[in-house]
Structures are given as C-alpha cells and as structure tokens.
Nanobody, 130 residues
C-alpha cells in the first residue's frame, strides 16, 4: 500500500525559509519521479517541482525557480523541498505525489490534477504572512 506523508509546514514571515519532507512507503521509491504540488486557497492545483529517480535532475515552476530546491534521499525514502525567500503567494497546502510509472516523468500540461499521479499525501499547510 503506497503511503506518502508530508511534514514541515508552518506559519512563517515573508523572506523566511522552510523545509518540507515527504516520507514514502509501500513502493520502491528509487524507481519513480516524485513531485511537489500545491493548492492555494480558492485556486487550482499547481505543480511546484519534480525530481528524477536518482535525484540528478530537478525541475521547477517559474513561480518558485531560484527560491525552492528539491532533493531526495532514497535510502531514507524521503523527498525534500527547501523553500527560501518565501512570499505570501506561496501560502498553500503542499502535497507530495508519485508518478504513475517507473522512470516516467509526467509532463506539466499547465492544468495539474491529482489524477495525473498515482498517489499523493494528505498535505502540509504552509502559511506566509507579510
């Protein structure tokens, strides 16, 4: 049974940093592209970042590139999202998600939905105040 458990969300001020973690279980995590998604209040789901199975390639949305960094430790079955210089527009629930197939990267169509992924976690709340 696939499980993804996110943690690390908090209330912070603009300019501060947070690191989110996602612990995966129930599958061989080292075979999959993994994703961080977010959903802000009243808005649709947005893909924030993705990381290759070995962790040698990371991709980012334009809105977070240069401020966020994705990484993974396959031995610990954990995916991280380091978020620096946070802004109020980063306020959202952040989700970790698993690709549908091994070594496959689901391209960002610009209209992200949970159905694009095999599994996702319960989310962790990040709130950035001015």
């Amino acid at each position: 049974q696939v499980q993804l458990v996110e943690s690390g969300g908090a209330v912070v001020h603009s300019g501060e940093s947070l690191r989110l973690s996602c612990v995966a279980s129930g599958f061989t995590v080292s075979l999959y592209w993994m994703y961080w998604l977010r959903q802000a209040p009243g808005k649709g789901l947005e893909r924030v970042s993705s990381i290759s199975p070995r962790g040698d390639e990371g991709r980012y949305s334009d809105s977070v590139r240069g401020r966020f960094a994705i990484s993974r430790d396959n031995a610990k079955r954990t995916i991280y999202l380091q978020m620096d210089n946070l802004k109020s527009e980063d306020t959202a629930v952040y989700y970790c998600a698993k690709d549908l197939s091994t070594f496959h990267h689901t391209e960002d169509s610009g209209r992200t939905s949970f159905g694009d992924f095999d599994s996702w976690g319960q989310g962790t709340q990040v709130t950035v105040s001015e």
